[in-house]
């Protein structure tokens, strides 16, 4: 992949599109062999393009495709071919009727979106207005595309992956088996994860993002079993700090499971301030009410206390609480309908800041109710996390 834009280049945006066209790769069997970025510069695009070429099989090229004078793609890439941009007359008659049946006149600008090398096919961009194109430079077929995430996806989707399952035999996409953990460092993780055997070509991969960390078993499908061996060991191994397996991630596995039990969940927070109210309407989990507080001195029997009757207040069968955070301490209460818990805690907050700290608290609360709904012990020690006092009542 070749990623190209001054604001890419110098992190003024997330390169989201070349996280995502890896994972699409890598499920069709096709992993990526190398992703460069390059800046709004003629003679750098040229010559990264002209260098691609005598090593890749593939490149698929991405932005650059806009009307302004900083979108280059194109003619660095009729420029490296040595031939000449032309105009698709079909691709400008489909833009000048996008724009009329919006009342708009199309700015003159634009017309250098259908222009593409002499040489190019063009591909369909089905949700915007700037045409791909597709092109053979010696040994490598480069296929060109829009920087907007919505129009890139599609294109790949649409169009390229299609022409290389055409042309190209491709091999049976990696087996990669995955979970997620939390409330364990990663050191600690490998530390007793290292010593197992790995079957030849498995690698495992510790992926680190703050406070989880997800651990991979990739290698080729045909160790399929081998593997599975294997990841039954790990599944033990790390069956206290795992919250999910997969990529379903832990609000989805929430929303179902509650789903399932039909449970309503209430939610009040005072330190997190609306963040684990917001992750887990974001994934459909069944919400009846909610509630953002200002910090407030509170032991964490009053807050046990208080779940219970806030779930009364919202009639909702379930309750989360958050309290307020005073000297490193955070108190979470579970109210649910065999009873209620909660745990006061301490961790070392001096080497994160104010958001990493919300995000570890919103996570803890919710891994107390993922507990819960798998019958296991609601409070549990995470590490890194000291649990100071813990209470239940019925």
């Known amino acids: 992949m070749l990623a190209t834009g001054d604001e890419v280049l110098h992190g003024q945006i997330v390169d989201t599109n070349a996280a995502w066209l890896a994972d699409v790769l890598f499920q069709h069997g096709l992993p990526m062999t190398s992703r460069t970025t390059v800046g709004d510069a003629m003679s750098s695009l040229v010559e990264t393009l002209q260098a691609r070429s005598q090593i890749a099989d593939v490149l698929i090229v991405n932005g650059g495709l806009g009307p302004t004078s900083d979108d280059l793609s194109s003619a660095a890439a009729a420029q490296a071919a040595g031939t000449e941009l032309v105009m698709h007359q079909e691709w400008l008659e489909k833009m000048e009727a996008w724009f009329a049946s919006r009342g708009r006149v199309m700015a003159a600008s634009n017309r250098k979106q259908a222009e593409i090398p002499a040489t190019a096919e063009m591909l369909d961009n089905p949700v915007g207005t700037a045409c791909g194109f597709a092109m053979q430079l010696n040994r490598c077929w480069m296929f060109f595309t829009p920087g907007v995430p919505s129009e890139f996806k599609v294109m790949v989707e649409q169009q390229i992956i299609p022409r290389l399952k055409a042309r190209f035999d491709l091999p049976e996409p ?82 179902r499971e509650l789903e399932q039990r039909k449970l309503s969940l209430a939610v009040s927070e005072q330190f997190t301030a609306g963040l684990v109210y917001w992750q887990l309407n974001a994934a459909g989990v069944p919400l009846r009410g909610g509630e953002l507080l200002m910090a407030q001195p509170e032991s964490l029997e009053a807050l046990v206390a208080r779940a219970g009757t806030f779930a009364v207040q919202q009639h909702a069968d379930v309750a989360l609480l958050v309290g307020s955070l005073a000297e490193g301490e955070v108190s979470i209460a579970l109210h649910t309908p065999e009873g209620s818990w909660g745990q006061r805690v301490k961790f070392s907050f001096g080497r994160y800041n104010h958001e990493t700290q919300q995000k570890v608290v919103a996570m803890m609360a919710q891994n107390m109710l993922r507990r819960w709904l798998h019958g296991s012990e609601v409070s549990t020690g995470h590490g890194w996390i000291d649990i100071l006092e813990t209470v239940k009542s019925a």
Not at 217 to 223: D, I, K
Request: hydrophobic residues 40%.
């Open 174 to 255: 990696p087996l990669c088996l995955r979970l997620t953990t939390f409330g364990r460092g990663e050191s600690d993780i490998a530390n007793q994860l290292e010593p197992l055997p790995l079957p030849e070509g498995v690698v495992m991969g510790y992926r680190s993002s703050m406070p989880i960390i997800e651990i991979k078993l990739t290698g080729p499908a045909s160790q399929r079993v081998a593997m599975e061996q294997v990841w039954q060991q790990v599944r033990l191994l790390l069956a206290e700090c795992t919250i999910f397996e997969g990529t379903e991630g832990l609000q989805p596995l929430l929303a």
